[in-house]
């Protein structure tokens, strides 16, 4: 299954936007990389080509998009935005440290700077769209398709826009162009949290009524649904009623978890929590990005390999987060724990945490991870040792064995980032139910408790962690939190999930800490704390992105910045 926008000649689509009529005269030339407007309001498939490129975005800054254009949020790139919180740090920084260190300024977002434009830039492609689906000749069932899946990516770039900014400009259906008159302060009046999340979710109705059930056919796949649309309005309903946002009720939360439930249509993948990754279209994924050889993104063995292998190390998880993985009995790994002992730290645990963690001693292709010092193949003193992980671990969620690592230009890297899947619904639902009826009752129109949910997630084939025993609402709330940080882990969860549950006081003024690993005369190890990232800093103004100062000043300083920045 592929993404048929992927190929080169969709990608070109994207300019057809600035394309205008001019007047001839003898120094007008046609340019063979542009599709005219008129060829694009007028010829059914170049417009439905340019509609299905719109899941794409622009390229609008350095170390994003290798081999196509970016997608929704970061996905695979070199970066991850994992580390940009506590589960990683990125071994080479690019632009990412200063987001962990609390520098991050309206001049300097780094790895975060296009967020912005490229959300707006998408919004307009999709509002110039909807325009010509009006005008355009095409049978009355195919425009009904195209116009839910321009809802929902428009509801898509808004829930970006309000989850890293707060208050955005909503822009209706407006098409702006040079012509008109920019200096309007109403252009740029932004609008309150609620408006946003009602504006974003009142899309994505409508485009669950125009959407279909399924995909079929190979120029379909990935493309949105009406799981996929309600997948998006269960995260925004769940985001609106966090402590964060105060803009909606945890009864909409449930109500809207149950509407994905209720489609009979998903259930959790039985096939291993690894393998998850490496698979297109399972039962559990909702919505995700789908790659071809013909569409090439970060090759991730390499990308974050460790150094012993020729890989780069990339994304490498924290002790913070390795310390998150509980024993399979379902306590804590600590000393207390009869199943833990102190010199084999990495046994026993929760499955999931070897299926997204290299550690030393784990089996890795054709031997096993030695980031011990002196000596280890993958520590400081193996080969490319510039390439050697700052925290003690390597990333292994994602990462296909089958695809070659060294020289994998073109052979590797084809995984789908999958956007949604059931279990983040399940969790959805786990967490607003509690929220309102406790860990055990079935809320109004529900078809599970809190409890229920959760553990159908746990008793996942291959995980099979014991029930969660949470007796109270709050000891409930801790256990779905600590849910949602493992089995969501490197999914692009945790940076908001941290801020809407207010915690991001806490959690990101942490160290980032790795381990050291001493291998002694006799054969055994020794573990040392360190740190592996220092100056982490969180502070109340970065609950929210600072709007870059490129478009406060794009618009006459009309457009107000966040407060603190």
């Known amino acids: 299954m592929k993404y048929k926008y992927n190929l080169p000649v969709f990608i070109l689509l994207v300019s057809v936007l600035a394309l205008s009529s001019c007047k001839k005269d003898f120094l007008d030339v046609t340019a063979t990389d542009r599709i005219p407007t008129v060829t694009l309001e007028t010829d059914t498939a170049v417009f439905e080509a340019f509609v299905i490129n719109s899941y794409l975005g622009t390229r609008l800054q350095s170390k994003e998009a290798e081999g196509t254009n970016p997608g929704f949020g970061r996905g695979f790139e070199y970066s991850m935005w994992s580390s940009l919180t506590d589960e990683s740090i990125y071994n080479n920084d690019d632009d990412t440290w200063l987001i962990q260190r609390g520098q991050l300024a309206p001049e300097n977002l780094g790895a975060l700077g296009a967020?912005?434009?490229?959300?707006?830039?998408?919004?307009?492609?999709?509002?110039?769209?909807?325009?010509?689906?009006?005008?355009?000749?095409?049978?009355?069932?195919?425009?009904?398709?195209?116009?839910?899946?321009?809802?929902?990516i428009r509801a898509?770039?808004?829930?970006?826009?309000?989850?890293?900014?707060?208050?955005?400009?909503?822009?209706?259906?407006?098409?702006?162009?040079?012509?008109?008159?920019?200096?309007?302060?109403?252009?740029?009046?932004?609008?309150t949290i609620k408006e946003g999340m009602d504006y974003a979710i009142a899309q994505l109705d409508d485009a669950v009524s125009k959407l279909p059930l399924d995909?079929?056919?190979?120029?379909?796949?990935?493309?949105?649904?009406?799981?996929?649309?309600?997948?998006?309005?269960?995260?925004?309903?769940?985001?609106?009623?966090?402590?964060?946002?105060?803009?909606?009720?945890?009864?909409?939360?449930?109500?809207?978890?149950?509407?994905?439930?209720?489609?009979?249509?998903y259930s959790i993948y039985q096939g291993g929590y690894g393998n998850l990754f490496l698979t297109n279209q399972s039962n559990e994924s909702i919505f995700e990005r789908l790659y071809?050889?013909?569409?090439?993104?970060?090759?991730?063995?390499?990308?974050?390999?460790?150094?012993?292998?020729?890989?780069?190390?990339?994304?490498?998880?924290?002790?913070?987060?390795?310390?998150?993985?509980?024993?399979?009995?379902?306590?804590?790994?600590?000393?207390?724990?009869?199943?833990?002992?102190?010199?084999?730290?990495?046994?026993?645990?929760?499955?999931?945490?070897?299926?997204?963690?290299?550690?030393?001693?784990?089996?890795?292709?054709?031997?096993?991870?030695?980031?011990?010092?002196?000596?280890?193949?993958?520590?400081?003193?193996?080969?490319?040792?510039?390439?050697?992980?700052?925290?003690?671990?390597?990333?292994?969620?994602?990462?296909?064995?089958?695809?070659?690592?060294?020289?994998?230009?073109?052979?590797?890297?084809?995984?789908?980032?999958?956007?949604?899947?059931?279990?983040?619904?399940?969790?959805?639902?786990?967490?607003?139910?509690?929220?309102?009826?406790?860990?055990?009752?079935?809320?109004?129109?529900?078809?599970?408790?809190?409890?229920?949910?959760i553990n159908m997630i746990r008793s996942r084939a291959g995980v099979n962690m014991p029930p969660v025993t949470a007796a109270s609402q709050s000891d409930m709330r801790t256990a779905i939190r600590h849910e949602r940080q493992i089995e969501l882990a490197f999914e692009e969860h945790r940076f908001y999930d941290v801020r809407r549950w207010k915690i991001a006081e806490v959690t990101e003024n942490l160290p980032c800490r790795g381990v050291i690993i001493t291998k002694n005369t006799d054969g055994s190890f020794t573990y040392t704390s360190k740190i592996a990232l220092d100056g982490r800093k969180f502070e109340t103004k970065h609950y929210w992105l600072p709007i870059p100062r490129a478009e406060i000043l794009a618009s006459g300083n009309l457009l107000e910045q966040n407060t603190g920045y």
């Open 115 to 152: 967020l912005w434009g490229r959300s707006y830039r998408s919004i307009r492609e999709c509002n110039y769209a909807l325009s010509v689906l009006t005008k355009i000749q095409m049978s009355a069932g195919r425009k009904k398709r195209l116009e839910g899946e321009l809802k929902f």
């Open 156 to 191: 898509f770039r808004y829930q970006d826009l309000i989850r890293n900014y707060g208050k955005v400009v909503l822009v209706g259906d407006q098409v702006l162009g040079l012509k008109d008159n920019l200096q309007d302060p109403a252009l740029f009046k932004r609008a």
């Open 215 to 265: 995909n079929s056919g190979e120029w379909m796949a990935g493309r949105a649904t009406k799981g996929a649309a309600l997948a998006l309005k269960s995260r925004l309903t769940l985001y609106a009623a966090s402590p964060l946002y105060a803009a909606g009720s945890w009864e909409a939360a449930v109500a809207a978890a149950q509407q994905v439930i209720s489609l009979n249509k």
């Open 292 to 453: 071809t050889k013909n569409a090439n993104h970060v090759h991730l063995e390499i990308a974050n390999g460790p150094n012993g292998y020729g890989g780069w190390a990339g994304n490498t998880p924290t002790q913070t987060l390795v310390e998150a993985y509980d024993l399979t009995n379902g306590l804590p790994a600590n000393i207390t724990n009869p199943l833990y002992d102190p010199a084999k730290p990495y046994e026993n645990r929760d499955p999931r945490f070897k299926a997204t963690v290299l550690y030393n001693g784990a089996p890795y292709r054709e031997r096993n991870i030695e980031t011990f010092i002196p000596g280890g193949r993958d520590s400081k003193d193996g080969n490319d040792n510039w390439n050697t992980t700052k925290t003690g671990y390597y990333l292994k969620k994602f990462m296909n064995d089958a695809y070659p690592l060294q020289n994998p230009w073109g052979n590797a890297g084809f995984q789908p980032w999958i956007y949604f899947r059931y279990a983040e619904i399940l969790l959805n639902l786990a967490e607003a139910s509690n929220e309102v009826y406790g860990p055990d009752a079935v809320g109004a129109g529900a078809t599970m408790s809190a409890r229920q949910a």
